[in-house]
């Protein structure tokens, strides 16, 4: 999992969301076709505990989960003071 999570972050890096489907390769990195979606899931998870992602990584399908900035850092790029 720690690896996978490398992997969200470094896109999180180069765009504010992305949907995990849009691009499976980096976010499985050398483990793909090796490891189940769950462990994308839990490290979207442990992200989010963390503070590195606004997404909580709950919903129906893995694949169709939208991983993004967490909202302090988004705002913070785009102007937005609060």
């Known amino acids: ?10 896109i999180l890096r180069e765009r504010s969301s992305f949907r995990v489907v849009d691009h499976t ?14 462990v994308v899931r839990d490290a979207i998870k442990l992200m989010y505990r963390e503070g590195r992602t606004s997404s909580t990584g709950k919903g129906r399908r893995v694949r ?11 705002a913070s790029r785009s ?4």
């Open 79 to 82: 102007g937005i003071s609060s």
């Open 64 to 74: 169709e989960l939208v991983v993004t900035r967490p909202q302090a850092e988004v």
């Open 25 to 38: 390769h980096r976010v499985f990195g050398t483990h793909y076709g090796q490891v189940r979606e769950q």
């Open 1 to 10: 999992m720690p690896e996978v999570a490398l992997n969200l972050a470094a």
